[in-house]
């Protein structure tokens, strides 16, 4: 059988980038698993692009962020080395200023992996990316995506929530 030689290079390459591409483990498949357990402070809605939104309504600042919380076990395990990426657009709007919430990803023991609050304004969507490298192997259902929502009395929209997880840490144009 005759080949091409750029046809075997492009399989080839093609076959590479497959094989070291992230694994998608979570997207906004989460949002109705994280309003179920928001009790009520969470709920899901589609613009009229039908782009889902998580929409978080806190009514009061709680004596701490996690008062006011949701989260969600990840789908899958991480093994140590592996770098995980956390992805998401966020808006809102504070009694006193910008909406914010922290993201935590955690340990069974609630170690945090990422801890950050983010903040952005209600007129424009900001995007934020966080990452950690596991320093042990997690097995499925071991990490948790927390939000804590009770910073500020305020309503925080997020759209694009995409949690990933790759051999090696992504570059900042690379985006799933």
Not at 6 to 16: I, P, Y
Not at 122 to 138: G, I, L, N, P
Not at 142 to 161: K, N, P, S
């Amino acid at each position: 059988m005759k080949t091409n030689g750029l046809s075997v290079l492009l399989f080839l390459s093609t076959l590479a980038i497959s094989s070291a591409a992230p694994r998608v483990i979570s997207a906004d498949a989460l949002f109705p698993v994280l309003a179920k357990r928001s009790g009520g402070a969470v709920e899901v809605r589609n613009d009229s692009n039908g782009v889902e939104t998580l929409v978080i309504r806190s009514a009061k600042a709680t004596p701490r962020a996690w008062d006011l919380q949701t989260s969600t076990s990840l789908s899958e395990g991480v093994a140590k080395g592996e770098w995980i990426t956390v992805e998401f657009a966020l808006r809102g709007k504070a009694a006193y200023g910008d909406g914010r919430i922290a993201v935590k990803l955690q340990d069974r023991a609630t170690r945090a992996l990422i801890r950050e609050e983010p903040r952005s304004s209600e007129a424009v969507w900001k995007s934020f990316r966080y990452e950690a490298q596991a320093a042990q192997d997690y097995p499925k259902g071991d990490l948790t995506l927390a939000l804590f929502l009770g910073l500020e009395r305020q309503v925080v929209e997020m759209r694009g929530l995409t949690i990933s997880v790759s051999r090696e840490r992504l570059a900042r144009s690379q985006r799933y």
